[in-house]
């Protein structure tokens, strides 16, 4: 069956770094865009980024400092997050739907397929 499971979050302070990570179970006959959202207190829910055939995508907020990598044999997605500010402070969730990421990666309502979420707070 699918799951997606997150791992990673933390406290830290402004400046540090930390390392998010998705397992992933998916069906293997498909190809998905994994994707990379954050939701704050009493905010939307926003893509930060995502990897899928195409390549990799990230949102402009946080080019730069977040790398979204994955690991084939592991079945995980990694997204690295640097130079972290307090305004990156939310619940970050991976999420997995099947084709391509496009130019629509960012709708997070389009994904079928989530995690439960871990939680990143910076001070």
């Known amino acids: 069956h699918v799951q997606l499971v997150e791992s990673g979050g933390g406290s830290v302070q402004t400046g540090e770094s930390l390392r998010l990570s998705c397992v992933y179970s998916?069906?293997?006959?498909?190809?998905?865009?994994i994707a990379w959202y954050r939701q704050a207190p009493g905010k939307e829910r926003e893509g930060v980024a995502a990897?899928?055939?195409?390549?990799?995508k990230y949102d402009d907020r946080v080019k730069g400092r977040f790398t979204v990598s994955q690991d084939f044999v592991k079945n995980t997605i990694f997204l690295r997050v640097d130079d972290l500010k307090p305004e990156d402070t939310g619940m970050y969730y991976c999420?997995?739907?099947?084709?391509?990421?496009?130019?629509?990666?960012?709708?997070?309502?389009?994904?079928?397929?989530r995690g439960q979420g871990t939680q990143v707070t910076v001070s």
């Open positions: 999420a997995a739907r099947p084709g391509g990421c496009g130019t629509t990666w960012r709708q997070v309502w389009s994904y079928g397929y």
């Open positions: 990897i899928g055939k195409g390549g990799t």
């Open positions: 998916l069906y293997p006959d498909q190809r998905y865009c």
